[in-house]
């Protein structure tokens, strides 16, 4: 078993999450232009665009305060989904306003300002690289995580999570650990898709969008410890 390095990890991440978020960008410019020269008004004229807030998190990461913004579930969300956004670079945690404003069924939202963009502090040159978006981006998770378990565990002292990342052969795992209550999550039921999701009720798609995007999904309980085990094929 060998641990993938944050740095691949960081790069794959922040190149994907930057063309995607450019790509969006200039297809919402094209579709302006478009429409502007067919005359026609523009349905989303009136629309807030990057006014939507959520609430305030600020995570010191290598001195530079990180502007961290969390819009909570509308639901009820046993499988406990979490979707953390990244922006790409030129950009802030606004160009996601529809998809904050869309998903909040979905599961926890979490957007954030990377250092020297939107509302995050200013740093030098120097450290404005996609290694240092990777260690922001573990400093941000950290504290997501903490807070959660935290307010998951309450008053309880003894409570813990472990979550790990590894590769063996072409697998890669995610795996999570707590001394929790006995919980399957897989278990639950996950709603198929019918119809368009402004028709559907809310609720239900958590555990699809978990099971769409890995590949195997196990659960165990061994020695009073809940395990779950999400695998991604890399080939």
């Known amino acids: ?83 953390v956004f990244c922006h790409g670079y030129a950009l802030n945690q606004d160009c996601w306003h529809y998809q904050r404003r869309d998903l909040r069924a979905l599961g926890d939202l979490v957007f954030w300002d990377q250092r020297s963009h939107g509302r995050s502090g200013r740093s030098v040159a120097e450290t404005n690289t996609i290694d240092q978006l990777g260690r922001d981006l573990k400093v941000v998770l950290d504290e997501l995580i903490a807070n959660t378990f935290m307010h998951g565990c309450g008053e309880q002292q003894d409570g813990w999570l472990k979550v790990s990342l590894e590769r063996r052969d072409n697998c890669l795992s995610l795996i999570f650990e707590d001394n929790g209550e006995p919980f399957d999550p897989l278990q639950q039921e996950s709603e198929e898709i019918t119809g368009s999701l402004a028709d559907r009720p809310i609720g239900g798609l958590g555990l699809l969008l978990v099971k769409s995007l890995t590949d195997v999904q196990q659960y165990h309980r061994a020695e009073d410890r809940n395990i779950l085990v999400l695998c991604k094929n890399l080939n």
Do not use: W
């Open 1 to 83: 078993m060998s641990p993938p390095h944050i740095a691949d990890v960081a790069r794959a991440v922040g190149v994907a999450a930057g063309l995607m978020a450019v790509g969006a960008a200039a297809g919402v410019v094209a579709e302006r232009a478009v429409v502007a020269k067919a005359g026609r008004a523009d349905r989303e004229g009136d629309e807030p665009f990057g006014h939507l807030r959520g609430q305030p998190l600020t995570v010191e990461s290598d001195g530079t305060m990180l502007h961290v913004e969390v819009e909570p579930c509308t639901r009820a969300n046993p499988e406990g989904i979490t979707v």
